[in-house]
């Protein structure tokens, strides 16, 4: 069974940092391109950032740009999402998700192709 397993969401206040790690189990998750999606309350879900199989692309939302930062571990089975400089606006739920990640954008391709994780909460306050 597939999975990806987001931890690291909390409670900080604005300027502060959070890591998000996202474990994946089931199947080479080296063969996929994986990142991160969020939803705020009451807006679509948008594309934070995204890493290539290769990890020779990566993608950020202009909104996160230079605050946040992608990796992935050695065995390509652990991504992470390390966000500085948190502002109240980041605040949302946040995806780890398998897809196609390109230099200007992030896709999911539909849960027939695709891997959603169960969201993890990220709350910034003021």
């Known amino acids: 069974q597939v999975q990806l397993v987001e931890s690291g969401g909390g409670l900080v206040q604005a300027g502060g940092s959070l890591r998000l790690s996202c474990a994946a189990s089931?199947?080479?998750?080296?063969?996929?391109?994986m990142g991160w999606f969020r939803q705020a309350p009451g807006k679509e879900r948008e594309g934070v950032s995204c890493?290539?199989?290769?990890?020779?692309?990566?993608y950020y939302a202009d909104s996160v740009k230079g605050r946040f930062t992608i990796s992935r571990d050695g065995a390509k089975t652990t991504v992470y999402l390390q966000m500085d400089s948190l502002k109240p606006e980041d605040t949302a739920v946040y995806y780890c998700?398998?897809?196609?990640?390109?230099?200007?954008?992030?896709?999911?391709?539909?849960?027939?192709?695709?891997?959603w994780g169960q969201g993890t909460q990220v709350t910034v306050s003021s």
């Open positions: 998700a398998t897809g196609l990640c390109f230099n200007r954008s992030w896709y999911h391709r539909g849960d027939n192709l695709d891997y």
């Open positions: 089931g199947r080479p998750f080296s063969d996929y391109a």
């Open positions: 890493i290539s199989k290769t990890d020779g692309i990566q």
